[in-house]
């Protein structure tokens, strides 16, 4: 029954938006019966600038700071439902003001406005559907029922007082500001149901013990995280989750041994790649990991289709069941030994890793690394020798990268044939001679092309690498320096992590 929630209210909104728009209910019109500030009055002035302050492009603006805000909190379908919330709004109302064409009421403050466009009212649209937004961005961010309900009695005051200044000037009637209120709360409504930010789930009950390690330098709106994920784990009948907060890789380690040893069943990590991976060759197989991406590359999360929206990421660890995934050892001459979860890389790879810089990330995204190879596309190629199992390739090289997955980013994928549970590792191998075939290279990943020029790609279950003279090197996108000898072998199912079933 509570499923059927969000279609059935949509589905009385629209009906209401539509007889509305058929039949006007004109007598609403009388429970204003005062006549229009006079001509150059002080309250039509005052009016008048309170319009102009509070006018539909202003609350549009302030709409898509809401969207941004949600965005960077990792609420992203609400962010998207926020944005396609005022896209729908503002085409309603321009739809139906041309379709119903209503007259307005007889004012000297028409101005500039048109007079068979009174219905709906633009300014009460967009001052109900800002109201909706704040309140949805404080729920987000507090999951609190105090704070929630003051953010909308204060919006909603605003927005009635849009209302009313429409009403003062009498450049609307009664029916059309409340049309235009009804006409957002649908566009809200219906934005909801179809980015997902409005669902209703029964989730099983499956009492786990769950850990959760976050790094606050990947995580805004941490309260909200909490809250949430404190009601979704009850819901399902587990213990109040545990929060641990990391400050640096050792930390991590150090985090994750304890949760294990602690008995957690769940360890659901808040943060990037990098932290992502510290638990996961910390905990191997004695606890399953679920991840909440909050980085800026978010590869791992990406390639094995775990939502980058903290609510879905969430339901997905809760009712999701760990499954084999594999890991890359590595080691680098007398170094400590790694493990890779994502890919690593030498030479170019690793140089265009080095020179994209967070904030590129988060802006642009995988385009970020685009510009950054541009400015190596003229690298000067290297002599080494790459063996993978009994194929080995030799020459002059500009880029080795040892995947675990494949995409850089979802249609873009480097080692197409990657799969993180099939006990092998995939290699490429790049040999350009000039900036010619760098640009080809590129635009060939673009565009999916499975044949590459001077592009080798290998299988197997354990690579080698040497190079005449040091190049940098990457390790799931952090740079650990230059390198003249690597060994890279996989680890089938090494780790427990919860994703989603691929197709």
Known sequence: MRRAIPAVSLAVLGAAVIAWALWIPKGLDALWPWHPAAEGSVLGRLTVVWANVLQPVTAYLAMIGIVVALFRCRWRD????????LALTVSMVTVLKSLVARMRPDTPWLGGLHEDASFPSGHAAAGAALAIAVVQLTWALTRRLR????????????AAAVCVGRLVLAVHHVSDVLGGALVACFSAALAA???????VTAPAVRPRAIRVIWHPNRVRGQVGLERFLAREASRRGCPPPVWLVTEDDDHTVALARSAAEDGA?????????????????????RASVGIVASG???????????????GR????????VGSPLDLLRVRVAEEPERLAAVMVGAGADAAVVADTTERGKRVAGPFAYLAAGLRHVRAIPTPARVTVDDSTISGDVSLVSVGNVG???????????ADPADGRLDVLVASPRGSGDVFAMMLGV????????????????????????????????DVVGDVTEVAVEVQPGAALLVRRTMP
Not at 270 to 282: E, H, K, N, P, S
Not at 447 to 474: E, I, K, N, Y
């Open 78 to 85: 609400l962010a998207g439902s926020v944005l396609l919330a």
């Open 147 to 158: 704070p929630t309900l003051v953010a909308a009695g204060i919006s909603a005051v605003v």
């Open 193 to 199: 149901v179809l980015t997902g930010a409005w669902r």
């Open 265 to 285: 069943d769940l360890v659901l990590v808040f943060g990037g790649d990098g932290t992502i991976r510290q638990v996961l060759a910390t905990l191997r197989s």
């Open 296 to 310: 800026s590359g978010n590869l791992l999360a990406k390639n094995l289709g775990i939502p980058l929206d903290a």
């Open 313 to 320: 990421a969430i339901d997905l660890a809760l009712d999701g």
């Open 407 to 417: 995409s850089l980013h979802p249609g873009v994928a480097l080692l197409p044939a």
């Open 446 to 477: 673009l565009l999916g092309r499975p044949d590459l020029r001077r592009v080798d790609r290998l299988h197997g279950t354990r690579a080698t690498m040497s190079f005449d003279r040091p190049v940098p090197f990457q390790v799931d996108g």
